[in-house]
């Protein structure tokens, strides 16, 4: 499973989430790092880092801040899912460490 280069944003998400369908993830990959920038919707900047493990999925940590100028963290498990057209579909179990502690999941497609 390779991530580098693609676009994703979510197509779902729990309403704990600060992401929407106007928040866009762009991914890097090197080795079994995965890198990703992200901004849109409630999210003003935010950046994850993770590792791809042997079943190809990612465990990460993100960060970002805000549009109210609060900084977030937390952690996420994606499973990746890929579809027909060969594009991915992300399947994210998450949880805040910051705030509530609140537990989500999410759906990120590429673009």
Do not use: N
């Not at 991530?3 to 866009?24: A, C, H, N, Q, V």
């Amino acid at each position: 499973m390779w991530y580098g280069g693609r676009l994703f944003r979510p197509i779902k998400s729990s309403k704990s989430s600060e992401t929407t369908t106007d928040t866009i993830f762009k991914y890097e990959q090197v080795g079994d790092m995965v890198t990703a920038t992200y901004s849109g919707g409630q999210v003003r900047y935010g950046h994850l880092i993770g590792q791809v493990r042997p079943d190809g999925k990612l465990d990460m940590r993100y960060h970002h801040m805000d549009r109210m100028g609060q900084l977030r963290t937390g952690v996420c498990l994606t499973t990746p899912e890929v579809l027909d057209s060969g594009r991915l579909r992300l399947h994210e179990d998450w949880q805040w460490t910051c705030g509530s502690h609140s537990k989500g999941q999410s759906v990120l497609e590429e673009i």
